[in-house]
């Protein structure tokens, strides 16, 4: 297949290149963090919606002594940057949850207050309500 192909030259391209022709071939930087637990999940994540992601970490990065701190990060990329406004919100989804669960909610039956990681009334046992 062209495509596979094509992304293997990609890949190869990247790998060999200096630093600062990453962007030149489209890739963007989606995440990136100190601490490399998220990574295969995140990027099993993008996988999953059909997004072409690689994770570079501080293994991959050779002149890492040169760089800034941040750049020896574990670091998220997605390989076409069309796809970066969608994984951004898919990552941004991932580490902080749906948006409606930042808020807490009123119980409609005994008007308690309830912490939003609760589904049920801890008082009476309502179930939240829908929206
Ligand atoms: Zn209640």
Redesign the pocket.
Known sequence: MFFVVDLSCRILLIYFSPYRLWDTYGIKRVYSAENGLMMDYLQGLLEDRGIHCMVRNQLLSGAAGELPPIETWHTLWVLDDRDEDLAQRLITEALQGPARDQEGWS?P??G?DIEPQFSQ?W????ARPEG
């Open positions: 119980c039956q005994c308690e009334c008082r009476c046992g309502t």
